[in-house]
């Protein structure tokens, strides 16, 4: 199962992209758990997407979701090619945490580039046992 979202390059799409990934976890029965966690990551990397890409704003910013296998694999596509790393924040720093939040709560993350096109793809996973409905 999967699912894809075009988002425009603005502050909005940040809870937009929050929004529609809850609605989609829940129509998967995904675990609450699990539902937060993802919804909390997902945030991070739509934001980086949103700060960082060097486009003008308007442009789209990719987010897809795949479920399979009992894994969540959340990936967010934008123009910028340049890849992500984590770095230290200071504690004064008002930002700066997003990636290594992402290091700390997801079981596999990383970032490469986007197939096809300009731009990169930073993307995470989770683990989602599956209800016993599917």
């Not at 976890?25 to 993802?38: F, I, K, N, Y």
């Not at 910013?61 to 990936?75: D, P, Q, T």
Request: aromatic letters at 6%.
């Amino acid at each position: 199962m999967d699912i894809e979202w075009r988002l425009p390059r603005h502050a909005r799409s940040v809870g937009r992209a929050r929004t529609l990934l809850r609605e989609q976890a829940a129509s998967w029965e995904l675990p609450d758990e699990v539902t937060q966690t993802a919804i909390l990551l997902l945030s991070e990397l739509m934001t980086n997407a949103y700060r960082h890409a060097n486009v003008s704003p308007g442009r789209e910013i990719r987010a897809r979701c795949v479920l399979e296998a009992g894994r969540l694999r959340i990936s967010v596509a934008d123009a910028n090619n340049t890849l992500p790393t984590p770095r230290e924040a200071s504690p004064d720093d008002e930002s700066g945490r997003g990636l290594t939040l992402v290091a700390a709560l997801a079981d596999d993350w990383g970032a490469g580039p986007r197939p096809g096109g300009i731009g990169k793809t930073v993307w995470f996973e989770l683990k989602a046992q599956p209800p016993q409905s599917w």
